[in-house]
């Protein structure tokens, strides 16, 4: 997956991947922030899901690892997944917006907060609407960010 995604944006395309288990959002996502490095681009995760994803193996009740790939991108987590890419982290905190969560355990609750994810759970959603949470979300975008 990685490979794959990485070696279609560097012939200018825009990959598009689609399907529902939570390891392809490592590789793919590795893939996009090694061309934005190499590119001088800024780079933006919208991660649109009912779950943070960003359980350790340290907190995790289930002890699975699709419950842990944004933890992995922001370098949290067993090696093989970190370094994917060879540089870890791909991805800093601050480049992920996570949308539309409304379950989350206890210890990665402390890791959200301790690590400074920026979350629009569905409370702030239902509360502000999505429009206004896509559009905060979103703040900061521009021409030079990758989305």
């Known amino acids: 997956v990685m490979d794959a995604m990485y ?3 560097q012939q200018g395309r825009l990959p598009i991947l689609l399907g529902g288990d939570h390891c392809l959002g490592v590789g793919s996502i590795t893939a996009v922030a090694r061309w934005c490095r190499e590119n001088g681009k800024k780079l933006r995760v919208l991660w649109l899901d009912a779950h943070a994803d960003f359980n350790t193996s340290e907190v995790t009740p289930s002890g699975n690892v699709h419950g ?57 959603i239902d509360e502000i609407g999505m429009k206004r949470a896509m559009e905060e979300a979103l703040e900061g975008v521009d021409a030079d960010t990758h989305v």
């Not at 922001?74 to 991805?91: I, V």
Request: charged letters at 20%; a neutral charge.
């Open 7 to 9: 070696a279609q944006l």
């Open 68 to 124: 842990m790939p944004v933890a992995c991108l922001c370098g949290l987590g067993p090696q093989p997944l970190t370094h994917l890419g060879g540089d870890a982290p791909a991805l800093q905190p601050s480049q992920i917006r996570q949308i539309g969560i409304r379950s989350v355990d206890q210890g990665e609750k402390r890791l959200i907060k301790e690590y400074g994810l920026d979350v629009y759970d569905m409370r702030y």
